[in-house]
């Protein structure tokens, strides 16, 4: 593997009192499926918006193929596709509608990006619901057409956060399809998750964050280690391990009252 | 879940076993709304202080109303009065469900689907209990203050003692019918949309009727007879009817219209009755309707693009129309901004007390709508901060958005001026008029994108708020010191028409103030987007965390 993908170094992030990033410096491949996992609360969700441009660190940089998010973002926004958790889309067009206005504000040609909608769309298997109003879209399908104008300009490097959360087992195959495809070609994706089994079923590297900070990073072997599952290596990386609830719920069981 | 925290669930049991002879339901029913409201005081000292104001306000002005009607008795067109005033209150009981959706939890059938209920008790249990209640009380003080205005003799208040309830129960019988046939519609999304509108209507309403009473304060109640003489056989408006034909001794008249009321009820209850048996028995089919009926919600504006400049620009400009029309928030407010733009000067012209420099309102409540611009894309505003990247992102950006704006504001200004103009009769002032709004209307631009960059705030999605608790003083800061600033941008112009119509053959030359007008206003405008961009590619990050937390 040529250069990183992502490079970050000394990444802070406060909100008032609360530390949300405390200080991380990781370098992720480029051309890899890679999956940023952590308990709720870690601080993926700000880590990611603070490499995508969304959010001002307090202190710290962040490279993206090279460029430097905050001083360069003209040639950083262009090769990046974003999913973001928890922000809206623009909720009142149709599907194929946020398509065409994100691909032609990307500076697509509009020729183009209908071509491209419509095969995002079919491929997805949104193409029934491309003239319903995303508002009235289910989680899966809003999941997915978030996904479709985060592809549609082609960038290098995807961020996903939590694209799976709230997504039905067929939606999650479809999703799993198209980024398995475009990580084939040689792009990186970069995905947060809490999930472990799923990150340990599609990445190839990971990136374990807990209270602000990386705890590991690697390939998913060597981060695995003598773990027999990424989520007893990620348990014990975290030092939640033994909090088992023991004896204590000894009358739980459905059977006498 | 903030439902039914108040009942505990042994005495839900325990009453749906007897609700067979349905004299339990009716107490557990009125328990469960005085729990509920209740409950929800208890929840915040806001909520009760806010309660306790309306209360008392809603008493103040039943109190007052009562000793209005009271003091009405003896006039020649008190039962016209009172005939309206009820139809007016029928009217709201009507609306009121399809704005408020969720203002009543007990209100919403599909809350009791798993109790083991027949629909006779339960309607009989859900009326008595939406008698209690603010509405309801203040509906009986207008009801008794209108049989205190227009019954004459013994007769008239025996009728009268039949009419107060029958009038009462027509309306809480109406509100629940209008709910109960259009629940489907009020929980889905087109349900929600409504009821953002829902303050917008009243808005308008009150101007209406602020219209009206001017009118009436002008012409005399006779005004109202024709109107009142129709209302007086319609349900429950009747019942007022009756009490006055009575008092003037047409007793046929008076039973014929109480029987009306009667029969209306009757249609009311039965009719309520039958959708609450097929909602409590049949699925929710909210979500499979969606589904289908997607394939109808065709793009409307598939033309639209074509008229609209390619690239960029254009797809700024198609997306921002369509939000006018789509988005309740966006369209609440563009509708109060058209509305109060027309009916100022328009009203004023008709009252004879107008000016036609009032024309310029309309530019000025349409300069409105430029502020706040990312914050009425909420956080969707990531997806647009994601494609700007330089300080000309940002101009086009923006410039698509002040464009969008001028499609419908300039026409729209124009119009209103002309038609201000026509009424006044004053045709050689239009020109200056015209110019000034053109004035008006690009420095209202300019502030609005300088505002929308360096003050931008949240507007909740839901509810009738338009700003992010926390936030008030950034949208006052945004939009009144931007009109301050909008206005002193426009002095050259305002000085040039005072100087113009101060000098002798000033009017010879007034003309010229409009292609000056429209000029220094699209300059101004201009310069206003110069400057805003490169405020907001540089402030991405702030304007999202600030446009996010609706």
């Known amino acids: 593997m040529g250069t990183a993908a992502v490079r970050v170094r000394g990444l802070w992030k406060r909100f008032g009192q609360q530390v949300a990033v405390a200080g991380i410096d990781l370098e992720l491949p480029a051309g890899r499926f890679i999956g940023l996992v952590g308990p709720n609360g870690a601080g993926k969700t700000t880590t990611l918006s603070m490499v995508t441009g969304l959010l001002r660190p307090d202190q710290g940089t962040v490279e993206v193929v090279g460029h430097d998010v905050w001083r360069d973002p003209v040639e950083v926004k262009a090769r990046i596709g974003v999913l973001p958790e928890g922000l809206r889309l623009f909720e009142r067009l149709s599907g194929r509608e946020l398509l065409a206005y994100t691909g032609r504000l990307r500076g697509l040609p509009g020729s183009e990006v209908d071509k491209r909608a419509t095969q995002l769309l079919d491929v997805l298997d949104l193409a029934g619901a491309q003239h319903k109003l995303v508002v009235d879209y289910s989680t899966g399908m809003r999941k997915k057409i978030g996904l479709a104008s985060a592809l549609l300009h082609n960038p290098e490097v995807l961020f996903l956060d939590e694209p799976f959360e709230g997504v039905d087992p067929v939606s999650a195959q479809t999703i799993r399809g198209v980024l398995e495809r475009y990580t084939a070609s040689g792009a990186t994706v970069v995905f947060s998750s809490h999930v472990m089994e799923l990150v340990e079923s599609l990445c190839d590297w990971v990136a374990v964050m807990a209270a602000g900070r990386i705890r590991a990073h690697g390939p998913l072997a060597e981060v695995r280690g003598e773990s027999p599952s990424l989520q007893q290596a990620f348990l014990e990386l975290v030092g939640a391990h033994g909090r088992d609830t023991g004896s204590d719920l000894d009358w739980l069981g459905g059977g006498a009252r | ?550």
């Open chain 2, 1 to 550: 879940m903030s439902a039914v925290p108040g009942t505990s669930p042994g005495t839900a049991a325990g009453t749906a076993g007897v609700s067979a002879d349905g004299v339990p339901v009716v107490s557990v029913f009125v328990r469960l709304k005085l729990s509920l409201l209740r409950n929800g005081l208890r929840q915040s000292a806001r909520r009760r202080a806010a309660y306790i104001a309306s209360v008392t306000l809603v008493l103040v002005f039943a109190a007052l109303q009562l000793v209005g009607l009271i003091a009405l008795r003896g006039n020649a067109h008190a039962a016209s009065v009172a005939v309206l005033l009820l139809a007016v209150l029928a009217l709201g009981w009507a609306v009121m469900p399809l704005f408020f959706p969720s203002g009543d939890e007990t209100l919403d059938p599909t809350r009791l689907v798993m109790l083991p209920l027949r629909p006779r008790p339960l309607v009989r249990a859900l009326l008595v209990a939406s008698l209690v209640g603010i509405g309801p009380l203040f509906t009986l003080c207008v009801l008794v203050g209108s049989v205190i205005a227009v019954a004459y003799g013994a007769a008239a208040y025996a009728v009268a003692v039949v009419a107060v309830p029958l009038g009462l129960l027509v309306c809480v019988a109406l509100a629940r019918a209008v709910a109960a046939v259009n629940i489907r519609l009020l929980t889905s999304r087109k349900g929600r949309d409504l009821a953002v509108l829902s303050g917008l209507v009243i808005a308008v309403g009150a101007q209406m009727v602020n219209f009206g009473a001017q009118r009436l304060g002008s012409a005399g109640l006779g005004e109202l007879d024709p109107a009142a003489e129709v209302l007086g056989w319609v349900p429950p408006a009747s019942v007022i009817g009756a009490v006055d034909a009575v008092s003037e001794g047409s007793y046929g008249v008076g039973v014929a219209r109480l029987a009306l009321s009667g029969l209306a009820l009757a249609g009311l209850l039965s009719l309520w009755s039958r959708h609450l048996t097929r909602l409590m028995t049949s699925p929710d089919g909210s979500t499979l309707q969606a589904a289908t009926a997607g394939s109808r919600d065709r793009t409307r504006s598939a033309g639209l693009g074509r008229f609209l400049p390619a690239g960029r620009t254009g797809t700024i400009m198609e997306r921002s129309l369509r939000y006018v029309w789509r988005d309740p928030k966006t369209k609440a407010a563009w509708v109060t901004s058209l509305a109060i733009g027309l009916i100022v000067p328009v009203f004023n012209a008709l009252q004879g007390t107008g000016s036609i420099y009032f024309a310029c309102f309309a530019a000025g409540m349409l300069g409105v709508l430029m502020y706040n611009q990312f914050g009425q894309d909420t956080s969707a505003f990531w997806m647009v901060a994601m494609t700007i990247s330089s300080p000309r992102d940002a101009f086009v950006e923006l410039r698509g958005r002040a464009l969008a704006l001028l499609v419908i504001t300039l026409p729209y200004a124009t119009f209103v001026t002309v038609l201000t103009t026509a009424m006044l009769g004053d045709w050689p002032a239009l020109p200056e008029v015209l110019g000034l709004s053109f004035a008006l209307l690009g420095a209202m631009l300019a502030t609005g994108a300088w505002s929308s960059a360096r003050f931008p705030y949240s507007i909740p999605q839901e509810g009738y708020k338009n700003v992010a608790p926390g936030q008030a003083g950034l949208a006052w800061i945004s939009i009144f010191g931007g009109m301050i600033a909008a206005a002193l941008l426009c002095v050259p112009v305002i000085a040039l028409t005072i100087w113009l119509n101060a000098t002798a053959d000033g009017d010879d030359w007034s003309w010229l103030l409009l292609p000056l007008g429209a000029a220094y206003g699209a300059g101004v405008a201009l310069l206003g987007l110069r400057l805003a961009a490169p405020r907001t590619a540089a402030r991405l990050p702030e304007i999202l965390s600030a446009v996010s937390k609706g």
